[in-house]
């Protein structure tokens, strides 16, 4: 999972990748850091899926921009189109099944 930096464009980003899934998080949030790593567990297996944290404390205008209000959250955007987003407590076994339907 790529740390998402003041450097980075995250609209260019969105567009130069078929999907991506982007994780907001606080480094007060042990859900986060849970969810972080099982993403990146799972990026292990599927590297050709770009996955990328906003940190909230460091990128909160970006959030506010996305109208992300609270962590975790995870967005996940395919061909440049957001086709999920869950805040909050959810399913993240059930967001990476619905991402990798289209890969098969």
Same mark, same amino acid.
């Given at each position: %999972? =790529?740390?998402?930096?003041?450097? /980075?464009n995250? &609209?260019? !980003? =969105?567009?130069?990748?078929?999907? !991506? =899934? !982007?994780?907001?998080?606080?480094?007060?949030? %042990?859900?986060? /850091? #849970? +969810?972080?790593?099982? !993403?990146?567990?799972?990026?292990? &297996?599927?590297?050709? +899926? #770009?996955?990328?944290? =906003?940190?909230?404390?460091?990128?909160m205008?970006?959030? *506010?921009?996305?109208?992300?209000?609270? *962590?975790?959250? @995870?967005?996940?955007? +395919?061909?440049?189109?957001?086709? +999920?987003?869950?805040?909050?407590?959810?399913?993240? &076994?059930?967001?990476?099944?619905? @991402?990798?339907?289209? %890969?098969?």
């Amino acid at each position: %999972m =790529i740390n998402f930096t003041k450097k /980075h464009n995250l &609209d260019e !980003i =969105i567009s130069n990748n078929s999907i !991506i =899934i !982007i994780q907001y998080g606080t480094s007060t949030c %042990m859900p986060c /850091h #849970a +969810i972080k790593n099982r !993403i990146d567990i799972w990026n292990k &297996d599927n590297s050709d +899926i #770009a996955t990328y944290y =906003i940190s909230l404390e460091e990128n909160m205008n970006i959030a *506010a921009q996305r109208g992300i209000l609270s *962590a975790p959250t @995870v967005e996940v955007y +395919i061909e440049g189109k957001l086709s +999920i987003q869950k805040s909050g407590y959810f399913s993240l &076994d059930e967001i990476l099944d619905k @991402v990798e339907k289209p %890969m098969r």
